[in-house]
């Protein structure tokens, strides 16, 4: 049974680039979200997604935006990245009110 | 404003050793909290808690919620090397709200 999948595991971007970035959610589960972890903190809630909707949004700028498709797979897509964009980026399926499960992340660095 | 504190921020003990990390929340109605483990990255979880006083036990782990002073605990009992991580907090609002609302976690470490 394959967990939640991210792509790609590390990423590196210039200022000012856009990047994706993918997530297949655990089978059975039909809704993604994706949190943002800064070294030594928690993670930030982006958004999620269910019904291929953006279901609910956390403090983020307009540059953060998303999607999900018919097979509830996600990306998510940063444009005019900054610095302070470096992070881990966790993706996070869940179905109804099951704890959510992660995958290994997407490490982001911005040059 | 909703958030979660987790306490201590690191601890360091020796291999057998018994811990107890906290965690407590103000946030607007409640639903329930969750622990995770993250080591390298994914966070994989451990507990979710959703009633007071009830015992939630994972072989050495065990942990528990009290809604009344809004914070749980999580204990580690004969801890092993295989134990250091972060361990992170996380809370749920009410349906309708769909955003874990997250602590800093706690970096243990376990020393042989």
């Known amino acids: 049974d394959a967990g939640v999948t991210q792509s790609p595991t590390h990423l590196i971007k210039t200022r000012g680039q856009q990047v994706t970035l993918r997530c297949s959610p655990k089978?059975?589960?039909?809704?993604v979200s994706w949190y943002q972890q800064a070294l030594g903190q928690g993670p930030q809630f982006i958004f999620q997604?269910?019904?291929?909707?953006?279901?609910q949004r956390g403090n983020f700028p307009d540059r953060f935006s998303g999607h999900q498709f018919p097979n509830y797979s996600s990306e998510l897509n940063v444009n005019a990245l900054l610095l302070g964009d470096s992070a881990l980026y966790l993706c996070?399926?869940?179905?109804?009110?099951?704890?959510?499960?992660f995958g290994d992340g997407t490490r982001l660095s911005i040059l | 404003e909703d958030k979660v504190v987790q306490s201590p921020l690191s601890l360091v003990v020796h291999e057998g050793d018994t811990v107890t990390l906290n965690c407590s929340y103000e946030?607007?109605?409640?639903?329930?909290l969750l622990w995770y483990k993250q080591e390298k990255k994914a966070p994989t979880f451990l507990f979710m808690l959703?009633?007071s006083g009830i015992e939630k036990k994972s072989g050495r782990l065990s942990s528990i919620l009290d809604k009344k002073e809004l914070f749980s605990i999580l204990n580690i009992t004969a801890t092993q090397t295989g134990d250091s991580a972060i361990y992170l907090c996380?809370?749920?609002?009410?349906?309708?709200?769909?955003?874990?609302?997250w602590g800093a976690g706690t970096k243990l470490i376990i020393k042989p």
């Open positions: 996070a399926s869940s179905f109804g009110l099951q704890p959510q499960h």
């Open positions: 089978s059975g589960h039909d809704t």
């Open positions: 997604y269910y019904e291929e909707e953006e279901r």
């Open positions: 946030v607007t109605n409640f639903r329930s």
């Open positions: 959703t009633s």
């Open positions: 996380a809370v749920e609002a009410s349906l309708g709200n769909y955003q874990l609302i």
